[in-house]
């Protein structure tokens, strides 16, 4: 069974990529010209079912280039159908932060537009077997990438209390996270977690104060998909290399869901706009002043008819910005990337080993 998708945020995305003036003042507007984008190459880190690609490419010349990356076999296998039937798409089955290498070996350097539309689809959220649902009973899986990786099952049978807590409040933000790892440990002493349902059931049992119109576990089940698939690092990885490929004009619109990649996005944004703010202390001249590289120019909200007719857009927010001529300071656009305070403590690398020696 084909599950649907309906796109997010559709036309300001594309737009985004393509409207010299999209974003900008009005008085500003003369001087950037004002015909669409049509040539260039372009870049969607989450193919999806392609509801942004396929709008995308409805405006594009025959000589533009759209490259499509997914993690997930489904969204791949529709992206080879689309391939198959437009010249103008190159598919790549892996996570976006490989964005750079994919690129260079298809000999392209520089990209003039890149979209993310982050975090999962319908689709898998929909497919019960895909075990991203704590609605629908399912395996315990959670990867987007099925070919690879350890599933959540795997992790949860293996993850101390401290590391189970840490991802739970981390990546949850979730109060009740020590008492959820504790009874996960508890309950695999005597029976491994094997579905979604029964690891929702758990985590219903422990969490005592309910939030108006969510379900218990939702924040752990957020947590979990994050830790499984890398999203925020695979994020971090995406804006670094975003910020080096991205041509002078070249614009960058990203689609958040939640808070944690909403506020690394606009950090990365407003690192990138303001660079000198980091050199304030510094004894440098106006002229020895990193200029900024990318310009901010735009936050949009879905509106309330789109929130009324597609449930995923309530949480939705696209922040757009555009490349400026200036260069990457010496360190590269790392400088402007980075991850949450907790993340950055070494108390999760024995996890982070175990998946390394899962995925070798
Ligand atoms: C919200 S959906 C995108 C929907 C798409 N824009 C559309 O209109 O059909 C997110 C997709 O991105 C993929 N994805 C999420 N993180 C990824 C990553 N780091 N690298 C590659 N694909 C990723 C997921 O597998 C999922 O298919």
């Known amino acids: 069974m084909d599950y649907e998708h309906r796109p997010v945020l559709l036309a300001p995305t594309v737009d985004a990529l393509l409207l010299p003036a999209y974003g900008r003042r009005k008085e500003s507007r003369t001087e950037q010209g004002g015909r669409e984008r049509t040539s260039g190459i372009f870049v969607d880190g989450t193919f999806g079912r392609g509801g942004h690609a396929r709008a995308l490419l409805s405006r594009l010349a025959p000589d533009a280039r759209l490259v499509v990356f997914d993690k997930d076999p489904q969204a791949i296998a529709a992206a080879r159908e689309l391939a198959a039937a437009d010249a103008r798409v190159t598919v790549v089955h892996g996570g976006f932060s490989g964005m750079r290498g994919a690129l260079a070996e298809i000999g392209a350097t520089g990209v003039d537009g890149v979209m993310l539309d982050l975090g999962v689809s319908s689709p898998q959220i929909d497919d019960g077997g895909r075990g991203f649902s ?45 008492q959820i790892a504790k009874a996960i ?7 491994p977690l094997a579905t979604t349902l029964e690891l929702a059931e758990l985590v219903a049992s422990v969490v005592r104060t309910r939030e108006k119109g969510q379900h218990p576990a939702t924040r752990t089940f957020q947590a979990l998909r994050i830790h499984i698939n890398q999203e925020l690092e695979e994020l971090a990885g995406a804006l670094e290399a975003a910020l080096s490929l991205l041509n002078t004009g070249g614009r960058l619109a990203v689609i958040s869901f939640h808070s944690l990649e909403d506020r690394m996005v606009k950090q990365c944004i407003a690192a990138a706009a303001r660079p000198a703010a980091a050199m304030a202390r510094l004894p440098l001249r106006e002229s020895e002043l990193p200029q900024p590289v990318l310009e901010p120019l735009a936050r949009v909200l879905p509106s309330p008819e789109e929130c009324a007719t597609n449930v995923r857009a309530r949480s939705a927010v696209l922040r757009v910005a555009e490349r400026t001529a200036a260069p990457l300071p010496p360190e590269g656009a790392a400088a402007f990337v980075s991850l949450p305070a907790f993340m950055r403590r070494p108390a999760r690398s024995s996890s982070n080993r175990r998946r390394a020696a899962w995925d070798d």
């Open 134 to 178: 704590f609605m629908r009973d399912g395996p315990l899986d959670m990867r987007m990438d099925t070919t690879r990786g350890l599933t959540a099952a795997q992790w949860l049978a293996e993850a101390s209390v401290d590391e189970m807590r840490e991802v739970i409040a981390g990546y949850g933000e979730e109060r009740f996270a020590f």
């Open 185 to 191: 440990a508890a309950r695999r002493a005597t029976r």
